[in-house]
């Protein structure tokens, strides 16, 4: 059994990073998770934040600033697909703050701003993510929408499901 996970980093127009690690801590939606060797294949949806590659003691090795996107995992190797990628060590407030004055969409001023928030301790949950759900009208669903919708979507089809049984037990 292999005790380190292969990590791909990579954005929308190349591989970003490529590296065997300990381990590596990705911002999910939810929380942040630990992927450790021989973790169970899953896949998540990251929301803006820090995403650590760890050493064998535990201690950071790396950070960077991540912009929503995705995570796979399956045996030892971790996927990690994001949107954008700033590695912490070349963020200061200054830089930081030019960054939000100048963004060019509210996207891109979010993510400064987590990057601020962030270098003055400030530590939350964007949830950015889940807002790629969000109405034509400009209105933006909460959470609690989206997971409502998505119920309504599994309950309509479980009942086509149920319908559609009862009619190969007619026939």
Same mark, same amino acid.
């Given at each position: 059994?292999?005790? &380190?996970? !292969? ?10 990073? &490529? &590296? ?13 998770? !630990? ?21 064998? !003691? ?13 995570? &796979? ?18 963020? *200061? ?10 963004? =060019? ?11 601020? *928030? ?37 309950? =309509?089809?479980?009942?086509? !499901? ?5 009619? *190969? *037990?007619?026939?």
């Amino acid at each position: 059994m292999d005790n &380190e996970i !292969n990590l791909t980093i990579a954005v929308p127009s190349k591989i970003y990073l &490529e &590296e065997k690690v300990a381990s590596v801590i990705v911002p999910a939606v939810r929380a942040a998770v !630990n992927i450790l060797p021989s973790r169970a294949p899953s896949v998540f949806v990251l929301d803006f934040g820090v995403l650590e590659i760890l050493n064998d !003691n535990g201690g950071v090795k790396k950070r960077y600033f991540v912009q929503s996107g995705m995570a &796979e995992v399956a045996g030892n190797n971790c996927k990690v697909m994001v949107q954008g990628i700033v590695p912490f060590e070349e963020v *200061d407030l200054r830089a930081a703050q030019k960054q939000i004055e100048t963004a =060019e969409n509210e996207q891109e001023k979010l993510f400064y701003q987590m990057i601020l *928030d962030y270098q003055k301790g400030i530590r939350r949950r964007y949830l950015r993510t889940l807002n790629m759900f969000s109405r034509k009208s400009g209105h933006q669903k909460t959470y609690d929408e989206v997971i409502s919708e998505i119920k309504y979507s599994i309950d =309509e089809l479980r009942k086509k !499901n149920d319908e559609k049984d009862i009619l *190969d *037990d007619e026939g």
